[in-house]
């Protein structure tokens, strides 16, 4: 259903309570999301941006309910990743003539998507497109996070629609922020940064600088997934100033997997020592195999130090631990320090493996870490918790 968020602005976009995973599998939405779209009416029309494929024709058929598409003068298209653009072969089904505004890099995308010849028109920073009363002015987003990213600001109405920018996979029927839960929300567009923000984060900070720089009066941040900032606009914008600037908190992650325990028993022992040594520091212990991976994966972003832990296996480490190094060192953490632990049998690669993925996903190698032969005894675990109070002083 429509919803009025101004007397000009309506919200035509689609909750689905029903995702629980995003990009494939790549990324864990627990708590649903919005592909949220927006109709300005003013003496011209203009629809910014569309939903997700799968439910192009309910966006279509809803958007009729709403206006007559021949009404619709202008589509804007701030980013067209297929959540975005994916109702547009649909709607243009209906209405083919209507202008497309995006960036040149937004036309490409959507050429090489959908493989249409529409009337493309192309803009970039401070280019404006008058409605009437009120003025839209396009704001070139690079890389966050794709090439053909840009804001769209609404003057008059005071609003910025800033698509992936701000955004948060959470669906709420309410819309906006002051009518949720904040401390869920803030996790999940701390999580939403996190994971797929943060690999551009000299481009969001360059972004939010540019912005302010600009000092346009914001009474709403629109983005393209989740609830709409006006309560809380000044906080959202200071935290991207936080998270995109090498961010860290006090806190150490311990990452680990475990075949028989004895890896978990490092672990807790390791914590135990960083938590005697350092009592205010937050220590998060997460099993790789069994904790959400981008989950774990926020915590490292929150944290100034990682430990990473694996028994050997073949020669190697674990599968899960595999794979939340690889996305590790794609997320592009910075200023954070680690090491690696793990117990063996025989061979005993897995720590010094561990350690050349950290160093080559810019982790600060803090020392060579620590490793067990089978089961750790009394004084296994003993030089463990050492472990981990040297390991805290040395940061």
Not at 19 to 26: P, Y
Not at 85 to 99: A, N
Not at 108 to 129: C, E, P, S
Request: negative net charge.
């Amino acid at each position: 259903m429509a919803k009025k968020i101004t007397d000009k602005v309506t919200w035509v976009g689609k909750v689905d309570w029903e995702l629980t995973t995003f990009h494939g599998d790549e990324l864990s939405t627990h708590r649903g999301s919005s592909y949220n779209a927006y109709l300005v009416r003013d003496q011209k029309v203009a629809l910014i941006d569309t939903v997700w494929k799968p439910y192009d024709r309910e966006f279509v058929s809803r958007l009729k309910q709403e206006i007559d598409l021949k009404d619709i003068d202008y589509i804007i298209m701030n980013h067209n990743e297929i959540d975005h653009s994916g109702s547009l072969v649909e709607l243009m089904r209906e209405i083919p003539d209507v202008p497309i505004y995006c960036t040149a890099k937004g036309e490409a995308i959507i050429r090489g998507h959908y493989h249409q010849d529409w009337n493309f028109v192309n803009v970039k920073t401070g280019d404006t497109l008058s409605l009437g009363e009120n003025t839209l002015t396009f704001i070139e987003a690079t890389m966050l996070h794709w090439p053909d990213t840009m804001f769209t600001y609404l003057s008059g109405e005071n609003i910025l629609f800033s698509n992936d920018g701000f955004g948060q996979h959470f669906a709420s029927e309410s819309l906006f922020d002051d009518k949720v839960d904040m401390c869920e929300v803030m996790y999940e567009a701390e999580k939403y940064y996190a994971n797929i923000l943060n690999p551009f984060s000299m481009m969001a900070k360059k972004k939010v600088a540019d912005l302010l720089a600009m000092n346009l009066p914001i009474n709403l941040i629109c983005p393209s997934h989740g609830v709409i900032w006006r309560k809380n606009i000044p906080l959202i914008i200071e935290k991207y100033q936080q998270w995109a600037d090498a961010y860290q908190t006090d806190q150490v992650t311990i990452v680990y997997d475990t075949m028989w325990q004895s890896t978990r028993l490092m672990a807790q022992a390791i914590a135990d020592g960083i938590h005697a040594a350092c009592p205010d520091t937050t220590v998060m212990l997460m099993n790789a195999a069994h904790d959400d991976k981008n989950d774990i994966l926020t915590q490292m972003f929150r944290s100034k130090a990682v430990l990473v832990g694996s028994p050997t296996v073949n020669n190697g480490f674990t599968y899960a631990i595999a794979g939340i190094l690889e996305m590790a060192k794609g997320l592009k953490f910075k200023k954070k320090k680690a090491a690696a632990f793990g117990s063996y049998g025989w061979s005993g690669e897995a720590s010094k493996l561990i350690t050349e993925h950290l160093q080559k996903a810019g982790f600060e190698i803090v020392n060579d870490g620590i490793r067990t032969l089978w089961v750790p005894d009394c004084d296994a675990l003993k030089q463990a918790r050492e472990y981990g109070e040297a390991f805290a002083a040395a940061l």
